[in-house]
């Protein structure tokens, strides 16, 4: 299978965030990869080849939210299988949905390839502020 997905726990999550940058990455990068799994309630990472290349990760408010925050981290890698990658990313938006109804995050404004992808999912975009955009994904309309 080219392209796979599964739920990890977070124990497994540093090993595969270095494994996407062939054992090396920046400091700063890493920490901030770790903040976002600590606090995730559930987490998915994404294969290609056998070869993870992106993570998905939700972050409720409260433990009993019917809402989520969403955050992705895609390695270089995804570019190359962007259909792929959105096709499976479509799969795994449908299993977080039936955890929480409501998705949300946010995203810069100049990034168009973010915006694409969250549209692709069923995002719905507020007005911009400030140069971020937020969305919504499920609830009532979706």
């Known amino acids: 299978m080219l392209f796979a997905h599964e739920r990890i726990d977070r124990d497994a999550t540093r ?3 270095l494994e996407m940058h062939g054992g090396v990455i920046d400091d700063t990068d890493l920490r901030a990869l770790e903040s976002c799994t600590s606090f995730a309630s559930h ?3 994404g294969y290609i080849r056998h070869r993870p290349v992106c993570a998905w990760g939700l972050v409720p408010p409260t ?3 019917d809402r989520a925050y969403l955050w ?3 390695s270089p890698a995804v570019e190359e ?3 792929i990658f959105v096709r499976n990313s479509q ?3 449908e299993e977080m949905k039936e955890l929480y109804p409501i998705i949300y995050g946010v ?3 100049e990034d ?3 915006i694409r992808w969250v549209k692709w999912l069923g995002g719905r975009y507020n007005e911009p502020i400030n140069g971020f955009r937020t969305f919504v994904i499920g609830g009532t309309n979706g």
Do not use: G, N, P
């Open 91 to 93: 799969r795994v938006i």
């Open 43 to 45: 987490l998915w990472v």
């Open 63 to 65: 433990l009993l939210s």
């Open 107 to 109: 995203t810069r404004i």
């Open 81 to 83: 299988f962007k259909f």
């Open 112 to 114: 168009e390839r973010a």
């Open 15 to 17: 090993q595969l965030i």
């Open 72 to 74: 992705l981290y895609a």
